[in-house]
């Protein structure tokens, strides 16, 4: 009985192994197979190198603020000093409209994308104040008025971006030069034995500063691309102090004003 077991577990055995040899090896993946399960390829990505240049309009907020106070002798009657303050414009926050051109290169490594660009524009950026006639604790009436303005702008740097097939979002950075022009007056509105008074002065400096953003850009074919672009910049600012008018010289002013832009453009470029 023992060995009739064994003989059939032998058998079994044998039985098997010759099911395994004629069924032969599992069969490999298919390229079907294969092709489903490899990682998919990177996307590609535009070629936005060389040179370029284009043309933009846009929205400036120019935030300025403003200073005029009564200095010298007007400190002698406090009264007085806080009065002129009191009665001038904080600041000449304004708002306006911007146009002009734009050139520079691009170079890539891979998607990343590496520039240098200058740009300059026309601005259209201007504001005023009157205070109108204002009543002084220790001198005869008097009026106050402000004026700001913004010419030009034009800026020189860098830029950054990692092109996205077609789309190309970057940072953007570097110098900023612009003019400030801030003009006061501080004077007498009835000179009835009072005599004439007037204090006060325009001054325009041409300033340097820096300048900070970003844009997306989007090719419309291989030469042709457009963008939206956003820019704080910092112009510092212009101060100057002015003397009274002979014979109450003493009676003196300070001005000064600081620059700072919010600017959104949209620009049209051709890439060589």
Known sequence: MKQLSCLTISACASLALALTAFGGPEPLPSGKEMKEVA????PECFNWSGFYFGAFGGYKKAVVDTTFEGTDSWLIGLD???????HTADNLDTDGGEAGGMIGYNFQMGCWVFG??????YLWA???????????????????????????LATFGGRVGYAIGNW????????????????????????SGAGFYRSGDEESNDNFGWYVGGGLQYALSAHWSIRGQYEFIDLGSVSFDSPGSFPF???????????R???????????F
């Open 116 to 121: 240098i660009e200058g740009d300059g524009g």
């Open 249 to 259: 010289d003493t009676f003196s002013t300070h001005s000064r004003a600081e620059l």
């Open 80 to 86: 007085n000093a806080r009065t002129i303050s009191a």
């Open 168 to 191: 190309l979002p970057y940072f953007t950075g570097g110098g900023a030069f612009g003019n400030i022009d801030y003009e006061t007056r501080l004077h007498n509105v009835n000179t």
């Open 39 to 42: 990682p998919a390829p990177p």
């Open 261 to 271: 832009e919010h600017n959104f453009s949209f620009g049209l470029m051709f890439k």
């Open 126 to 152: 201007r504001d005023s104040f009157d205070s109108g006639t204002f009543v002084m604790p220790a001198a005869s009436d008097k009026s106050i008025q402000q004026a700001f303005r913004t010419n030009y």
